[in-house]
């Protein structure tokens, strides 16, 4: 079984290293220096797992890992983060096919545990780390988790945009970006207009607030969505 392991930074290359080669033998190792590499190396030597550091020039882990399991559905992926950001596992959720094996591994895991995850995911299991496991409910439990179009009103108003822009780059009528809005804010946990007597607080503003505290949205997410908003107006 072949592992390919990509970050851009060497220390961290060299530590997964000597990890893998001490502790998951005769397993030919191959790394990349950045997410395009990792491609690019992948669709060339098809390997069983593949190892990728969430933020990374060029490409980032999360589209790194979309664009393998497009040509080789049956890779395994373990991502590395320093971050436990719910957007990243938004995101990893809506690539790995549901029967695909993948793995979730904060850096500052033991050696122990990113040994265990290498092995739980070459025998086709998931693993996921402790660190996160409150993410992960949280985005499963209908009740707490975002839809897409709630994921949506909530970058818009993020990037600042009013009700009748919204309306304009999604395409809707502004009493749809209202309702997606008042689900967003119930599934937030803001009070609607009228429901409390916390008048002090902008539900807009709370709701950007409390996103950012919980890791749903960062700046590289909107970045990204603000060019591709952008792309929209633009067309």
Not at 24 to 29: A, I, Q
Not at 80 to 108: C, H, M, T
Request: hydrophobic fraction near 40%.
């Amino acid at each position: 079984m072949t592992i390919l392991f990509a970050d851009d930074e060497d220390r961290d290359r060299g530590w997964l290293r000597n990890l893998l080669e001490e502790n998951v033998k005769d397993h030919p190792l191959h790394e990349a220096h950045d997410g395009q590499e990792a491609v690019e190396m992948a669709i060339k030597i098809k390997p069983d797992l593949v190892f990728l550091d969430i933020k990374m020039p060029n490409l980032s882990g999360i589209k790194a890992a979309e664009q393998i399991l497009e040509k080789l559905p049956s890779t395994g992926v373990i991502m590395l983060s320093n971050f436990s950001d719910e957007v990243y596992v938004r995101q990893l959720w809506k690539i790995v096919p549901p029967d695909g094996a993948f793995g979730y591994v904060l850096k500052n895991a033991s050696n122990e545990q990113v040994v265990e995850a290498c092995r739980a995911v070459l025998s086709g299991d998931c693993w996921i780390h402790p660190g996160i496991a409150r993410v992960i409910q949280r985005t499963q439990n209908r009740a707490t988790n975002l839809t897409s179009a709630e994921y949506e009103a909530l970058v818009c108003i993020s990037l600042g945009m009013t009700d009748h822009t919204i309306a304009k780059r999604l395409f809707l009528t502004e009493k749809a970006v209202q309702s997606r809005l008042k689900s967003l804010y119930a599934k937030l946990g803001i009070p609607g207009r009228g429901e409390s007597n916390e008048t002090e607080f902008n539900q807009r503003c709370r709701a950007v607030y409390l996103a950012n505290k919980r890791g749903l949205i960062n700046q590289q997410e909107l970045d990204e969505w603000e060019a591709k908003l952008g792309a929209k107006a633009g067309a």
